[in-house]
């Protein structure tokens, strides 16, 4: 076995199922293996951005490691973004990147790809992942492979492997499997306690979930959770999407100011708020009516417990969910609940399209076919999904980068086989929605719905009086032919209602809607978020 294959052999029993690439000379040899060996699928897409989104979106969706394989310099620093999105956001993602050879430093000229020196790109992604290696010795990579995966899989975040082109095809020995977690038994149990406590005492407890759920594999059970602790359960906005499928009382998204008053009163008027995995971002949080006090909310999240000035530090989030679970039975009650209602039944006439008008004819296409898995970018997209009945969804709700969801799309259905809904805005496609053209060769059919007005619309509603907002008309639905897909650009609520049975009922092909919205005409969530986040930044009077 060769250092390339123990490396592809570790990654796949450590969770991988896919590697997205784009490659390059310093990553040929070891793209020829991958190739070549078949340990794991390769897909390559056009532009490294969307290899990183891909490769997020595929760790995200399926709760597992992800690889996202690149050269060195050009495509490894191209990358810089995604890889940024996936540590904030918490996703285990593995950069492969190719790199020098030992001996191509001494000729005393610079190296091609080379930024200040050599080392350079080791030390750029110090920053944004949580471990790193460079396989220049054989004899120490197994251990080193295991320790940097082990790291990835246990604070769910990006880690760099640096694989120098002249080791790829080195003998190398096997990659130990991971050890077990080790947790303080006795640390575990008084947390637990604490917790149970804590959610007996209080009046109305609420139990909010957020990314690291799904991160670590417990959607399955923290909704058994709360189902014997008769707990309601609200997800956070980064967390939009848990629980789709389960028999948990989610009673909605919480946003703040943005969201329904019924939610909002819920969360911020718990005596017993336990934040499950939640990551204290502004997004989560930055428009709340009422401040929660952090101080006598349950924090379990980065593997430690906080429970007002009472920390447990090194409590795994799945460990604690395991011993929660051993402490509870059946409930006493089944509790009761209002699931959230989600607008349906469109009316198709020759109305201009508003945002909620694509979530309404969203709701009543799944009504009819079912659920699909979304992918969404940020904008206007990502709020009106928002309004869209409750099912898997992959966005960048913290980071907030843009060009996320047409590759992040593809890398759902290549991880899931599912076909993906895909939410994106005229700026954000005109960054990466040509990553589309990639869909033929793996038979990738998303349902792709552009949200175009011509606009960077959400910065305008901080700063309309800024000209540089406003976008041209690409024409991007006559584009999708020369793409490999099928494109229809639709002005009214009967067009878009035609369009989205169209969609649905073509196969084998990605299908472009690109829906025609007048400028300044936003979603009802997003006018609470912006409504919201003005009020709270305006000068204090008196």
Same mark, same amino acid.
């Given at each position: 076995?060769?250092?390339?294959?123990?490396?592809?052999?570790?990654?796949?029993?450590?969770?991988?199922?896919?590697?997205?690439?784009?490659?390059?000379?310093?990553?040929?040899?070891?793209?020829?293996?991958?190739?070549?060996?078949?340990?794991?699928?390769?897909?390559?897409?056009?532009?490294?951005?969307?290899?990183?989104?891909?490769?997020?979106?595929?760790?995200?969706?399926?709760? *597992?490691?992800? +690889?996202? &394989?690149?050269?060195?310099? @050009?495509? #490894?620093?191209?990358?810089i973004?995604?890889? /940024? $999105? !996936?540590?904030?956001?918490?996703?285990?993602?593995?950069?492969l990147?190719?790199?020098?050879g030992?001996?191509?430093?001494?000729?005393?000229?610079?190296?091609?790809?080379?930024?200040?020196?050599?080392?350079?790109?080791?030390?750029?992604?110090?920053?944004?992942?949580?471990?790193?290696?460079?396989?220049?010795?054989a004899?120490?990579?197994?251990a080193?492979?295991?320790?940097?995966?082990?790291?990835c899989?246990?604070?769910s975040?990006?880690?760099?492997?640096?694989?120098?082109?002249?080791?790829?095809?080195?003998?190398?020995?096997?990659?130990?499997?991971?050890? *077990?977690?080790? +947790?303080? &038994?006795?640390?575990?149990? @008084?947390? #637990?306690?604490?917790?149970?406590?804590?959610? /007996? $005492? !209080?009046?109305?407890?609420?139990?909010m979930?957020?990314?690291?759920?799904?991160?670590?594999?417990?959607?399955?059970?923290?909704?058994?959770?709360?189902?014997?602790?008769?707990?309601?359960?609200?997800?956070?906005?980064?967390?939009?999407?848990?629980?789709?499928?389960?028999?948990?009382?989610?009673?909605?998204?919480?946003?703040?100011?943005a969201?329904?008053?019924?939610?909002?009163?819920?969360?911020?008027?718990?005596?017993?708020?336990?934040?499950?995995?939640?990551?204290?971002?502004?997004?989560?949080?930055?428009?709340?009516?009422?401040?929660?006090?952090?101080?006598?909310?349950? +924090?379990?999240?980065?593997?430690?417990?906080?429970?007002?000035?009472?920390?447990?530090?090194?409590?795994?989030? !799945?460990?604690?969910?395991?011993?929660?679970?051993?402490?509870?039975g059946?409930?006493?009650?089944?509790?009761?609940?209002?699931?959230?209602?989600?607008?349906?039944?469109?009316?198709?006439?020759?109305?201009?399209?508003?945002?909620?008008?694509?979530?309404?004819?969203?709701?009543?296409?799944?009504?009819?076919?079912?659920?699909?898995?979304?992918?969404?970018?940020?904008?206007?997209?990502?709020?009106?999904?928002?309004?869209?009945?409750?099912?898997?969804?992959?966005?960048?709700?913290?980071?907030?980068?843009?060009?996320?969801?047409?590759?992040?799309?593809?890398?759902?259905?290549?991880?899931?086989?599912?076909?993906?809904?895909?939410?994106?805005?005229?700026?954000?496609?005109?960054?990466?929605?040509?990553?589309?053209?990639?869909?033929?060769?793996?038979?990738?059919?998303?349902i792709?719905?552009?949200?175009?007005?011509?606009?960077?619309?959400?910065?305008?509603?901080?700063?309309?009086?800024?000209?540089f907002?406003?976008?041209?008309d690409?024409?991007?639905?006559?584009?999708?032919a020369?793409?490999?897909?099928?494109?229809?650009?639709?002005?009214?609520?009967?067009?878009?209602?035609?369009?989205?049975?169209?969609a649905?009922?073509?196969?084998?092909?990605?299908?472009?809607?690109?829906?025609?919205?007048?400028?300044?005409?936003?979603?009802?969530?997003?006018?609470?978020?912006?409504?919201?986040?003005?009020?709270?930044?305006?000068?204090?009077?008196?």
């Amino acid at each position: 076995m060769n250092l390339t294959e123990s490396l592809l052999h570790a990654f796949k029993a450590n969770g991988a199922r896919q590697i997205f690439g784009i490659p390059g000379d310093f990553a040929l040899p070891f793209f020829r293996i991958i190739e070549e060996s078949r340990i794991l699928p390769l897909f390559t897409l056009s532009h490294e951005p969307g290899v990183g989104f891909a490769a997020d979106a595929a760790a995200r969706i399926e709760g *597992a490691l992800a +690889v996202a &394989a690149v050269t060195y310099g @050009a495509g #490894a620093l191209n990358m810089i973004n995604s890889v /940024a $999105a !996936a540590y904030a956001e918490k996703v285990p993602l593995v950069v492969l990147s190719g790199g020098p050879g030992k001996g191509e430093s001494r000729s005393g000229l610079l190296l091609h790809h080379q930024a200040k020196t050599l080392d350079s790109q080791f030390r750029i992604f110090e920053e944004i992942t949580c471990d790193r290696v460079r396989l220049d010795d054989a004899a120490r990579a197994p251990a080193d492979i295991a320790r940097v995966l082990g790291n990835c899989l246990k604070h769910s975040r990006p880690v760099y492997i640096e694989l120098p082109r002249d080791m790829v095809a080195v003998p190398c020995a096997e990659v130990p499997p991971l050890p *077990a977690p080790e +947790v303080d &038994a006795e640390a575990l149990a @008084a947390c #637990a306690d604490e917790v149970l406590k804590r959610l /007996a $005492a !209080a009046e109305r407890p609420v139990l909010m979930v957020d990314v690291e759920v799904r991160r670590y594999g417990l959607e399955a059970k923290v909704a058994e959770l709360a189902r014997r602790l008769a707990l309601p359960v609200a997800t956070c906005f980064m967390g939009r999407g848990l629980l789709a499928d389960s028999d948990a009382a989610l009673v909605g998204t919480y946003m703040g100011m943005a969201g329904l008053p019924e939610v909002t009163q819920l969360v911020e008027n718990s005596d017993g708020l336990f934040l499950l995995g939640v990551i204290l971002s502004d997004t989560n949080f930055a428009v709340s009516a009422k401040k929660i006090d952090l101080r006598k909310t349950i +924090v379990a999240c980065d593997g430690s417990v906080r429970l007002g000035y009472h920390v447990y530090p090194e409590i795994p989030l !799945a460990a604690l969910v395991d011993a929660l679970l051993e402490r509870t039975g059946e409930p006493a009650r089944r509790l009761a609940f209002a699931p959230p209602h989600y607008p349906r039944g469109l009316v198709a006439d020759d109305a201009p399209i508003a945002p909620n008008d694509i979530a309404t004819a969203v709701n009543d296409l799944m009504a009819a076919h079912g659920k699909l898995p979304i992918a969404s970018d940020m904008g206007d997209c990502l709020f009106t999904a928002m309004d869209i009945e409750h099912t898997a969804l992959v966005a960048p709700g913290y980071y907030a980068t843009m060009g996320y969801g047409v590759p992040a799309g593809l890398g759902l259905q290549a991880a899931t086989g599912q076909r993906p809904l895909i939410l994106v805005g005229d700026g954000a496609f005109q960054m990466t929605g040509w990553e589309l053209g990639n869909c033929r060769r793996y038979g990738w059919d998303p349902i792709v719905l552009l949200f175009n007005n011509a606009s960077w619309e959400m910065l305008r509603t901080f700063q309309p009086e800024s000209a540089f907002n406003n976008l041209d008309d690409w024409g991007f639905a006559s584009m999708a032919a020369g793409l490999g897909g099928d494109g229809v650009r639709v002005h009214t609520r009967r067009e878009l209602q035609a369009a989205l049975a169209q969609a649905a009922a073509t196969r084998g092909r990605f299908q472009l809607v690109e829906i025609m919205i007048p400028r300044g005409v936003l979603s009802q969530t997003l006018q609470r978020f912006v409504a919201g986040v003005k009020r709270l930044n305006a000068p204090k009077q008196g």
